[in-house]
């Protein structure tokens, strides 16, 4: 296979890409390029399968169908299958939120000893956001309180999400106005399948609009809760060094992959891989240890928390396997790919699945189904599982690449900006002055997953030190955040590729320029970080005036349209990589690239090239910047050098 360089920017991946080859073993590269050329009505958005009398295709060009069978227009199509991945994303992201209440819910009424509320503060911060009287109240019976208002949150009837209402006085009142203030969780989802069913919503805008609503019960409600509860549970992160990609693998220690996105699992097999009686185990078995790493958002979360090492993001889920060194890959559910059973047959690891949501076909995949009143044994017996497969390991398949990075993750909107003003100034307001005396051109927020369609990490690393370079402060989550690790870009020494303004303000506080907020769901630390710096004064009313953009460069999940939406729909101007499948709808292209301003101040920009699409944004803060008459950039180095960037890793 040609051109390995162009799959990834990451030297590991591209080694175990070889290794690949050279077993033939296919990973998901390998599919996609089998997959060329992928369907273009599919792409554009002019398929449709809604209904037993399609399916149904809109010919864009020439002088074919311009309507399904039932009469849906190309813009009906595209609009109500965006809106149907917006339902499954918000639908997955709030599930998760769930699980977490559902946790802690247990905790409260003392079904499971696993668990215990680890952030008191935050537990009753969110009790009084709820109107929970704590005072002389046992901790327990706070928890099941809090988490009974968080349930209430899904099947709310009547009003709108809670934590809507830490949202800006102007933009809650434009939402209010547009008819999209979010109401019960559960509610949205079923309504947006509703709507998008054959024969009921027919008008492209009125669709987008229950999408829209649909998408901010994720960001405002199920991710934020998922969030918050998480921290509640698990503790709130604090900065924290770790390491990344596929040299955190031991030759020598039972490797255990965790990989998926619910903490509940992780944190259970973090502590069960910490505890000496497996440890004891593992060194009975002939290894030196237990070594756990993790994949995708899982990871995310058991690094902000406990410091555990990354082996990788979502498409090296597969290379993990080819290493030959992992006795167990362990999953939950999202971004789990359904390609990961065929690679584990090629080896001795034993893929582990957990939840009753995410089962492979065949008896050589393990379903050891984990459930929060037995979370620590379960934990336990499959940790047992991956040290007895140590024995089954062959040596001599065994190929790990040296490639490991440091960095530093565990920001939040509570610790991160904080760092800014160092202990003695614990607030955003060196934030806000740092932007508004042009040291910091403004912020960013870079995240979503990789895609074998674009060369991996190679368009988040060349937009995140394009952004830095001109002095944008970044933040990451999600797989995102994993390929800036790898480059070394959330280490401090990460502040040598930023502009002078923010390197200058990264090596005083001795943090990096781009910093680790977490997993998927807390996309909505951001809003809330950003929800503070208006709080704290001096950079507008809503929103749509902070000069700050957002991205998802390589985005592959339905999760990220979703996220996208709440994203834009509460002002903040965002860039995808590739379009959404919508290309093909005139009226509902035009309405995501033009017409949401008029309505929410903000809209999306598609854009492939990393450097354009940080340009984009770099364009976008500016604005936001002269709305607010703020000074002049100190050293404005866009004006100077902006045409001298070059793609990373090429
Ligand atoms: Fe075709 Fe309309 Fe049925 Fe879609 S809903 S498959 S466009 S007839
Ligand atoms: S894991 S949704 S590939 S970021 Fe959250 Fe990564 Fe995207 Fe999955």
Redesign the pocket.
Known sequence: MANQKKRTADHAAEQMLGRAEQLGIETAWHRWEAMQPQCGFGKLGLC?????????RIDPFGSGPK??????TAD??AA?HLVRMIAAGTAAHSDHGRGIVHALHMFGEGETVDYAVKDEAKLLAIAAEYGIATKGVPIKKVAAEVAEAAYEEFGRQFGHQRFAERAPEKRRQLWERLGVSPRGIDREVANMMNITL??VDNDYKSILTHGIRGALVNGWGGSMIATEMSDILFGGPKPIRASVNLGVLREDEVNIVVHGHEPTLSEMIVAAAQDPEMIALAQQHGAKGITLAGICCTANEILMRHGVPIAGNFLMQELAILTGAVEAMIVDVQCVMPGLSEVTRCYHTKLVTTSPKCRFPGTDVAHIEFDEKHAFETAKQIVRLAIENYAHRDQSKVRIPQNTTGLVAGFTAENAFRFLGGHYRSSYRPLNNAIIEGRIRGLAGVVGCNNPNVCQDQAHLTMTRELIKHDVLVVQTGCAAIACAKDGLLAPEGAALAGPGLREICETVGIPPVLHLGACVDNSRILVALCNVLNEGGLGEDLSDIPVAGAAPEWMSEKAISIGFYVVASGIYTVFGTPHPVMGAPNVTDYLLRGMEEDYGATFAFEEDPIKAAHLMIDHINKKRAALKLRPMLHDTYAETDATAELVGV
């Open positions: 449709c399968r809604h209904c037993n009398m399609g399916p149904c309507m399904g069978v039932c009469g849906a009906t199509i109500r054959m024969g």
